[in-house]
């Protein structure tokens, strides 16, 4: 895509303005089916903001949850909730797991374990 | 990269696309399988692309905010969460979308066989995109006049083993059925070496 050519290109650029400077963290790629695993209990400390509080309470260890159904819980968009939980990440609060990349989905092996996991639903 | 750990004995994520034509039955579909209820995520895009902005309040002739319903399975023996994702109705947008398509398994593409003309974007944006589909015919009210032969035929498949699955997309049987059907089709891809 063209993205220079577009006339909205200029004024994307506010986003900075808006956000501090920051847009996501460096390295930390989150998108929609990104799991999301806290690091911290959710009141580990006290000062932290309600809204991440929150974050922290609905994954907890093991209960990884995807960066998607946060946004869902949260009541906000995929943009700003990756926003969010990139700050999260920067201040170690959460770890993040990538959704398996190409060369693991196109195994065969784990294919049919998923398969033979999926028949026994 | 700051916080990713590679050894938790955590799950990874991985999606399913469930594509098809406004009120076909996607999100019916997927809370017949999903341990949870179906969650609805947002997002607003733009044609200048998405990933950076949410102008709340700056309005662009283009942009749009378009709506994905998903639920999830957790297949622990497989190491895998799976999540299913309904794709938004505004078919236009998913092409400016790189995230929707990005480490999906898969899709079933749900027909109604009363309207299929509203199927055709999904099949020809999964076909153009290499992206492996089955098709699922939802039988509402229990009837499908047609045969599996004949959906495949007026579907135009680029592919003529594209299964063809008559399904309810209340059932969830029938769903994991479909579901079972995309692997298969997943595995006879992955491994066509191995099919003598």
């Given at each position: 895509m063209t993205a220079g050519q577009q006339p909205g290109r200029g004024r994307r650029a506010r986003l900075y303005a808006l956000t501090d400077g920051r847009t996501t963290a460096p390295g930390a790629a989150l998108t929609m089916d990104t799991l999301i695993t806290a690091r911290v209990a959710p009141d580990a400390d006290g000062s932290l903001p309600t809204e991440w509080q929150a974050i922290l309470g609905m994954c907890q260890p093991p209960n990884g949850r995807a960066v998607a159904e946060i946004a869902a819980r949260m009541h906000m968009r995929l943009t700003p909730m990756v926003l969010l939980l990139s700050e999260l990440v920067e201040r170690g609060l959460i770890q993040h797991r990538p959704p398996l990349q190409a060369n693991e989905t196109s195994n065969v092996h784990l294919l049919m374990k998923i398969r033979d996991n999926l028949a026994r639903i | 990269m700051p916080g990713y750990d590679t050894s938790a004995q955590e799950e990874s994520p991985v999606k399913i696309l469930i594509a098809g034509g406004f009120g076909v039955g996607k999100t019916t579909l997927v809370e017949a399988v999903s341990e949870i209820e179906p969650l609805r995520t947002e997002e607003r895009l733009t044609a200048a692309g998405i990933g950076v902005d949410d102008l709340d309040g700056i309005e662009f002739k283009t942009a749009t905010t378009v709506a994905m319903d998903f639920g999830r399975i957790t297949l622990s023996d497989a190491g895998v969460v799976l999540y299913l994702f309904g794709t938004p109705g505004q078919e236009r947008f998913w092409f400016m979308w790189d995230d929707l398509l990005a480490g999906a398994l898969g899709a079933i593409v749900l027909v109604d066989t009363r309207r299929l003309d509203r199927s055709f974007p999904a099949i020809d944006f999964f076909e153009s995109r290499g992206l492996p589909f089955v098709i699922g015919a939802n039988c509402f009210d229990g009837e499908q006049p047609y045969t599996a032969e004949q959906i495949r035929t007026a579907l135009?498949?680029?592919?003529?083993?594209?299964p063809v699955l008559m399904l309810d997309a209340r059932s969830r049987e029938d769903v994991r059925g479909a579901l079972l059907s995309l692997l298969d089709l997943l595995i006879a891809g992955a491994a066509p070496a191995a099919s003598a």
């Open positions: - | 135009h498949l680029g592919d003529p083993d594209t």
